[in-house]
């Protein structure tokens, strides 16, 4: 059974920074790219960030490019995203997905079209 689970959501004000987790079972990071994902009540999900397979290549969509940084632990089948200098848009639902074949949308993240495996989410609040 496929399993990815999100966590590191929270508060933090404006400027601050949190690391996410999705950690992944049932499947490889060998072959699995993963993304990160977002979505405000009301509107679409977005891609932000992916790191392919082989963790040779990391995407990002230009809203969050320079200040978000994807890594993957293929021992520990886990993938991070780490948020620095958050601004209140940066508010949202994370989830993450595993993809067998990536897409890359014209914004520069991943398309959620081609995800296969969803995480529950996790919720991250910039306020202050």
């Known amino acids: 059974q496929v399993q990815l689970v999100e966590s590191g959501g929270g508060w933090v004000q404006p400027g601050g920074s949190l690391r996410l987790s999705c950690e992944v079972s049932g499947l490889s990071l060998n072959y699995y790219a993963i993304g990160w994902f977002r979505q405000v009540p009301g509107k679409e999900r977005k891609g932000i960030s992916c790191v392919s397979s082989t963790g040779g290549s990391a995407y990002y969509a230009d809203s969050v490019k320079g200040r978000f940084t994807i890594s993957n632990d293929k021992a520990k089948n886990t993938v991070y995203l780490q948020m620095n200098n958050l601004k209140p848009e940066d508010t949202a639902t994370y989830y993450c997905?595993?993809?067998?074949?990536?897409?890359?949308?014209?914004?520069?993240?991943?398309?959620?079209?081609?995800?296969?495996?969803w995480g529950k989410g996790t919720v991250v609040t910039v306020s202050s």
């Open positions: 997905g595993a993809m067998w074949s990536l897409t890359i949308s014209t914004s520069g993240g991943p398309n959620k079209y081609g995800v296969d495996y």
